[in-house]
């Protein structure tokens, strides 16, 4: 089944501790992205990948890292999380760029105490 | 500035009526609109997609409509059901020499038996 996997899907953690939410992807996609939602703000871009070894910011890229080493695989890295982090955030992937349709994950709920 | 502006920002309907949803861009230049839905703590699914020529797509109930020149799209849902209750976004790309998708903030959907 063509899908998009997070892990994990719930996480509650303290501030300062680093984290990885991992993404995985079966499609064969080059294109991978992750958001976060937060009420009333609606999607938003962290940071995406063209192809593997290329990752861009998106629009609210400070706090986070991500690496894309292989295709189907593109974590994301929480060195030190703040409370600000806590949020639902969405993983996806799509053919060759963004303005492709867009597969996402389950979504990763995260809180951060 | 890029904006995708949707309303209302929730809605309640019965079972079995239509219910129109609303979005508004200044997204330039324009490349594709496409509507979202999200059921609760899940990851959005694409609905339809939506160029600049295209006027009228459906996908089973659901029908998007979009008009260019004044940058308006809808998303009529006919014959709504229980399973219909969701959030749907829409995402606007524009074609920068790199997509570039714009985020609506959704609309909630609750349909009521």
């Known amino acids: 089944e063509a899908q998009v996997t997070q892990n994990p899907r719930y996480l509650i953690t303290v501030t300062g501790k680093k984290l990885t939410v991992t993404c995985s992807q079966n499609?064969?996609?080059?294109?991978m992205s992750w958001y976060r939602q937060d009420p009333g703000l609606g999607l938003r871009q962290i940071y995406y990948?063209?192809?593997?070894?290329?990752?861009d910011k998106g629009d609210v890229p400070e706090g986070y890292k991500v690496s894309r080493k292989e295709k189907r695989n593109f974590p994301l890295i929480l060195e030190s999380p703040s409370p600000n982090q806590t949020s639902l955030y969405f993983c996806?992937?799509?053919?060759?760029?963004?303005?492709?349709?867009?597969?996402f994950g389950p979504g990763t709920r995260l809180t951060v105490l | 500035k890029n904006q995708v502006e949707q309303s209302p920002q929730s809605l309640i309907i019965l079972e079995g009526k239509n219910c129109t949803l609303q979005?508004?861009?200044?997204?330039?230049?324009?490349?594709?609109l496409r509507w979202y839905k999200q059921d609760t703590g899940r990851g959005p699914v694409s609905l339809t997609i939506?160029?600049?020529?295209?006027n009228t797509k459906s996908n089973g109930r659901y029908t998007a409509t979009l008009d260019a020149d004044t940058k308006q799209s809808s998303l009529h849902i006919t014959a709504s059901q229980l399973s219909d209750s969701a959030s749907y976004i829409c995402?606007?790309?524009?074609?920068?020499?790199?997509?570039?998708?714009?985020f609506g903030t959704g609309t909630r959907l609750l349909v009521s038996p």
């Open positions: 979005c508004n861009y200044t997204v330039s230049p324009f490349s594709n």
């Open positions: 990948s063209m192809n593997v070894e290329v990752t």
């Open positions: 996806a992937s799509s053919f060759l760029d963004p303005g492709d349709t867009q597969y």
């Open positions: 939506m160029t600049f020529s295209e």
């Open positions: 995402v606007v790309s524009a074609n920068t020499g790199f997509q570039k998708l714009v």
């Open positions: 499609m064969n996609h080059e294109y």
